[in-house]
């Protein structure tokens, strides 16, 4: 028989779940609106073999501003994501470059084997935007895509990317271009922060960047939690821990020398933080390489467990499986 | 509710669970609120007249299925199962709340009486076809009401299971689909052709009923002919809906997948609704 949860308390003021169109940033935080969708209107001027393509979520992923823009080279596939990866990789093979997007849970789950054969595997030069990565919807496990890294990493050929705000999308768009072959990217849409501006950087296919120095920890990051670890320096520094924050973008090809040159420096607590489940990203990719290479730092992760996350409003959500600020802060502390 | 009565009657029902909706939806403050208003008059038929179930105990081995394979629809069906004694009409209030068992998305882990975890659009009717054919295996009488979407329609999985249901020749299993001409990106007949639905239907081996799925008597004239058609087939009621139907500034409002309700407007709204009721 079926078990289903009990019936809340009574009474009691909680949070409603945001809608899933909800913007990741916080009240009163500096933000863009639609970086993926503006840098690709601007990459199409001076790129006539771009096109665009969606599965219902156009207006989901900043898609529509490039449909209005170039609506000759926008293709709406409808709800159906395998025919919508299916004829990328067709349209690939006549020498276009599709950006084709649709939700990071439904491009890795229902359409993986169209990605795996038609585009990985014949190595077809599409670009997979992908909206709502990791833990950035409140809907439950069907919007949650907490393992989207961990499968594309395992795909052979799939360049795989996790920005972390704005400023690092507007640069990723015409780099992943210049790039040839299949990209997949986590999408930050909407109203997106703009952190990285302020720390000079600079992003760069394949390449970590050191965004802070710091003596006691290093945090390892990608996407929405490089953000987080450099919101928590000041609630760390408050405890007199000093923390170094290593900006890693692209999950694969990993930036091994980099990560290596800086997890090498001894001393340090290693802390790897990411928006996804703790199988398959980012952390089990720099322990591995670690352990490969005979650098053997105290090390850590920061990431969803292995388990079906709950519905709820984001707020209590990344609290309660600790990939919040204050979470993060009270995670290094304890450890250290 | 094993036996069927009429009592109170269906519009009164549709009324309250329209309601229910509208109540749900000032919670959250938005939400799939058109879409729950659109589908009104189908849940009342399913869970009042064409149903047989337990409130008491959803689990009921011989109770008929209903499968939401549009799992953002789910604020209407609670709001059908509010009616039907199966949700308690005090958790109302906690729709789409932290530590709520009425999540903005359905669940069946979460909810008493929901059948599926949705969410993910275009998977009910596969598990319909399973269901179906494992009932035909315990040769129960219970049927499959399995509810989806127009946008559904473009997914490859919903001809799949169309495909095999023809196949198996499951009579036991009656699909309805909200044709309410609108999905994410806009109308469904612009995002992707899929009509003659009827025609395509029919062709898959499939009974087709095609109706005004706001027009009750209509809704329950189906209903009926889908339990009762003497073919070994599958059936299909294709509803066309209103969104938004009865509250008709919403009715009115531009047609849109999440359609935007003002923090003052969800009184008026059911107000707008007390004031359409036909008594
Ligand atoms: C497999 C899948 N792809 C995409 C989505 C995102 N999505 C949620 S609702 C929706 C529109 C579906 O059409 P429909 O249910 O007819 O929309 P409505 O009538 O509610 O506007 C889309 C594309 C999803 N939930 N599941
Ligand atoms: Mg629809």
Known sequence: MKTVRSAPQPGKARLTTSAMIASIAAEGQKTKPAPFGRALVELARSRPDVVGMTADLGKYTDLHIFAKEFPDRYYQMGMAEQLLFGAASGLAAEGFMPFATTYAVFASRRAYDFIHQTIAEEDRNVKIVCALPGLTSGYGPSHQAAEDLALFRAMPNMTVIDPCDAHEIEQLVPAIAAHQGPVYMRLLRGQVPVVLDEYDYKFELGKAKLIRDGKDVLIISSGIMTMRALEALQALKDDRVDAAVLHVPTIKPLDAETILREAGKSGRLVVVAENHTTIGGLGEAVAALLMRSGVHPPFRQIALPDEFLDAGALPTLHDRYGISTAEVARQIKQWL | ?279
């Open chain 2, 1 to 279: 509710m094993e036996t069927l009565t009429n009592t109170p009657k269906l519009a009164d029902r549709a009324y309250n669970i329209r309601r229910n909706a509208l109540r749900m939806g000032e919670v959250q403050g938005q939400g799939y609120i058109a879409q729950a208003l659109d589908i009104s008059d189908v849940l009342a038929v399913a869970y009042f007249h064409a149903m047989r179930y337990r409130p008491e105990d959803p689990s009921w081995e011989d109770r008929d299925r209903f499968l939401l394979s549009n799992g953002h629809y789910a604020i209407a069906l609670y709001a059908a199962l509010i009616e039907a004694g199966i949700v308690p009409e005090e958790e109302l209030e906690t729709y789409g709340s932290d530590e709520s068992r009425l999540p903005m998305s359905g669940m069946a882990s979460y909810t008493p009486g929901m059948e599926m975890s949705g969410g993910s659009l275009g998977l009910g009717l596969s598990i319909a076809v399973g269901m179906s054919l494992g009932l035909k295996r315990k040769k129960s009488e219970a049927r499959v009401y399995t509810l989806f979407s127009d946008g559904e329609l473009d997914e490859g999985s919903v001809w799949e299971a169309i495909q095999s249901a023809g196949h198996y020749k499951l009579d036991n299993l009656i699909g309805i689909v909200d044709v309410n001409n609108q999905q994410a990106d806009g109308p469904s007949t612009q995002v992707m052709a899929f009509e003659p639905l009827v025609e395509k239907l029919q062709a898959f081996g499939w009974f087709v009923q095609r109706i005004d799925g706001n027009d009750l008597d209509a809704v329950i004239a189906a209903f009926d002919a889908a339990k009762s058609h003497p073919e070994p087939k599958p059936r299909m009621i294709v509803a066309d809906t209103l969104m938004g139907k009865g509250v008709p500034f919403l009715e009115q409002r531009e047609k849109n997948h999440f359609i935007r309700v003002e923090q003052h407007e969800w009184q008026l709204a059911l107000a707008a609704l007390e004031a359409g009721r036909q008594v």
